[in-house]
Nanobody, 116 residues
Framework: QVQLVESGGGLVQPGGSLRLSCAAS????????MGWYRQGPGKQREWLAG???????TYNDSVVGRFTISRDTANNTVYLMMNSLLPADTGLYLC??????????WGQGTQATVSS
């Protein structure tokens, strides 16, 4: 099992940036997939970006060119760097971990609000 703790959210103006962190209680090199999701107000939970244990990254088309997922294996942490933020990016950002044989594990999320 793994525990996930997200941090780094806050209030930013449109066009601003935030870097979110997801700290895992196990080595992320032994987690097959870690991803970032967003639950916006009145919206379904949406997948944004993912990274595999090999370091391969994938993105939802809606965030390509603005968001970057990365990892720090020494600190068991996955990051989401978000640039050029829009009001539509407002929401609760959640981290998920999956490995073969596991159920999905979720953090409790960190809130990002984009508003002028």
């Amino acid at each position: 099992q793994v525990q996930l703790v997200e941090s780094g959210g806050g209030l930013v103006q449109p066009g601003g940036s935030l870097r979110l962190s997801c700290a895992a209680s196990k080595s992320i090199s032994r987690i097959n997939f870690m991803g970032w999701y967003r639950q916006g107000p009145g919206k379904q939970r949406e997948w944004l970006a993912g990274i595999t244990s090999y370091g391969t990254t994938t993105y939802n088309d809606s965030v390509v060119g603005r968001f970057t997922i990365s990892r720090d294996t020494a600190n068991n942490t996955v990051y989401l760097m978000m640039n050029s933020l829009l009001p539509a990016d407002t929401g609760l950002y959640l981290c998920k971990a999956w490995r073969t044989g596991w159920p999905d594990y979720w953090g409790q999320g960190t809130q990002a609000t984009v508003s002028s």
